[in-house]
């Protein structure tokens, strides 16, 4: 489901959020999405997109950045150049030990995913782009729930999910978000730096 919006809070960092990136995860991204406002930043731009169904194509395959979606995407991080950047993902209830496997990296070449709490999990972005079009010092995150089903407990994560891209949109910088961060996860930062350490060598955590 498409959806755009730009919030101006004037100079500062720029934060540009993506959800629905592949097959029809747009449709559980856009509930979070969809919630954060105006007031969730106190200067600089937060950038939100939202795209179209499509067919799900994994961003760990590089010709993902050939395809439309792909295409598009890389497009928004090129215009707006955010020192933030974060996709939103649903995944399948089945999906979740594969997503956290500890042996990920040996079987498909990135970390494993990290759980916050409630089934939302956290990592870092496609090797793909974070080298290539990202500093070093940029912020970049992979955040995943559950996709959606209609469920007292979907909604509880729903608002772990939208609480995470809070906090991610709302601090100014990377120390900033680490101490915030920190303080509510800490166990689940320091596991994300060492994976950092491990696969992108002397990088930070996201």
Known sequence: MGFFRLINRGPGPVRLFIGGVHGREGLTTIRALKRLRFSDIETGKLVIYNCNTSNYLSTLDPSYYESRQGREIMGLIKEYRPSTYLEAH???DESYHDLTDPSRKLKRGVPPLIELERGVLIGS??????????RREDICLTVEIPCFRDSEEWYRQLEVYVEFMRIVASSRDRDELENRLGRKYPHQVETARRYAREFF???PPF
Not at 125 to 134: A, E, Q, T
Request: hydrophobic share 25%.
């Open 90 to 92: 649903c995944y399948r």
């Open 125 to 134: 972005v496609s090797p793909h782009i974070r080298k290539k079009l990202f």
């Open 201 to 203: 060598g002397e990088y």
